[in-house]
């Protein structure tokens, strides 16, 4: 069987008679991803990695504190709740990254802050937190989790009466804490 090569293989001639008229044709349907339909990477459950020993990604760094906090008993005996502060410990250390575990007691908060150069995971493990931002206030129940980029601000508070206990996942670890002097949660209206 004797075939030509590829390369030599003439195209059709295509003849302006065989063309027909151009018509407008519709604009193509805007196709958007899971992700800006759901607006939040945790809330895309095929998209969310297991963890890996050392994550590398976003959706890694959530799966790692998904799967510690599914581990109650590598954390929940160290948990003290402190009246005075907010109780805190650093829990585990991996390369570009470290997890902390966060205790609140009702009325405690952080202020408003952001976290430098660290992006971060925000887990709660038991109890409720209120995020307050800028953009309005977000109540996160125990298995909520927050993905934060770098200099993202907020301000997390239990507003409950009930203890709070978070995991909170910062890569690369955290070096910084820069405190902003308004609360989103009660914010200072400037005269103009």
């Known amino acids: 069987m004797n075939s030509a090569p590829a390369s030599t293989v003439a195209a059709p001639a295509v003849t302006a008679a ?6 407008e044709a519709p604009a193509p349907a805007v196709v958007e991803s899971d992700l800006q339909i759901a ?4 809330a895309v ?14 959706a890694e760094f959530a799966g790692l504190a998904r799967s ?12 003290r709740y402190d009246a005075t502060t907010r109780w805190y410990h ?4 991996g390369p570009g990254y470290e997890v902390w575990l966060l205790s609140w007691v009702p009325g405690q908060g952080s202020g408003l802050h952001d976290h430098g150069a660290s992006s971060g ?10 995020e307050h931002t800028p953009r309005g206030r977000l109540t996160h129940r125990a ?26 996942v910062y890569f690369p670890g955290l070096t910084e804490m820069p405190m902003h002097h308004c609360s989103p949660a009660h914010a200072e209206h400037v005269p103009a």
Request: glycine share 6%.
């Open 90 to 93: 650093r829990l585990r250390t």
């Open 39 to 42: 607006g939040d990477i945790l």
């Open 121 to 130: 995971v925000l887990t709660v493990l038991d109890g409720e937190l209120t």
């Open 45 to 58: 459950q095929h998209l969310l990695q297991p963890a890996r020993e050392h994550p590398a990604t976003v």
């Open 143 to 168: 298995g909520a989790q927050r993905v934060f980029a770098p200099g993202y601000a907020h301000e997390v508070v239990n507003d409950t009466l009930e203890g709070a206990v978070s995991l909170h």
């Open 68 to 79: 510690i906090a599914e581990d109650r008993a590598s954390w929940e005996h160290l948990v």
């Open 18 to 23: 065989a063309t027909p008229a151009r018509t």
